[in-house]
Structure formats: C-alpha cells, structure tokens
C-alpha cells in the first residue's frame, strides 16, 4: 500500500489552470471598456447633435425673417459632428433634422420640431 505525499504547493496544472481564467476574465473587463468607451462617445456626439438642433431652433425663433441660412448650420454641423448636416423645413412648424455618421456605415438623425 503506497501512500501519497501531499506537497503544500500548488502543481503545475493548477497554475495553468488558474492563469487561463484570470485571461478570460481580463479580457471580458477589456471588451466592457471598449463598450464602454463606443457609448461614451455616442452619447457625446447625440449631445452635440441636439445642442446643434436646439440653436437652431432658438435662432429661427429669434430671427423674424423665417427659417435660419441652412447652409451656415450645415457647414457648421459638419465642423462639429462625424459628417454632420442640418435640414430645416419651414412651415406651419419648425423642423430641424441633423443627422451625422454614426460607425463606419450607418447614418443618425434627429429631428426637433418646434413654432416658428
């Protein structure tokens, strides 16, 4: 009858065994920053797309000649969004869309509506 003689150290394999799932854990916290990052950032660019549409509206508001120059927030909207543009259709209401790129492909839009 052979008896075994347990070492206090730990072998080779539970080493190994240990340092595989200390990697699946550190690379699932650096995909969470990731997208954590991609949201951080889409929201900064929706905050900017909105602050963009409401001066345009508070413009139009204020200018009594009607709606405000499209091109001057067009050129103004590509300066501060990712290919940033601005429509504004005048009515019985006030439209303002600004839409930019969001990703590599896709396009975003927002639309604020509001009295002349």
């Given at each position: 009858?052979?008896?075994r003689h347990q070492s206090p150290g730990m072998t080779l394999i539970e080493v190994l065994v240990a340092?595989?799932?200390?990697s699946i854990g550190l690379l699932a916290l650096g995909s969470l920053q990731l997208d954590s990052l991609r949201s951080v950032?889409?929201?900064g660019v929706?905050?900017?797309a909105l602050a963009l549409?409401?001066?345009?509206l508070e413009q139009a508001r204020a200018?009594?000649?009607g709606a405000p120059d499209t091109s001057?927030?067009?050129a103004r909207a590509a300066r501060v969004l990712p290919s940033g543009r601005v429509r504004i259709d005048s009515g019985a209401h006030l439209q303002v869309t600004v839409s930019w790129r969001d990703g590599e492909s896709s396009r975003a839009?927002?639309?604020l509506e509001g009295a002349p």
């Open positions: 009858m052979h008896l340092l595989v799932l200390l950032r889409a929201a929706h905050s900017r549409g409401q001066e345009v200018d009594s000649s001057a927030w067009s839009r927002m639309a």
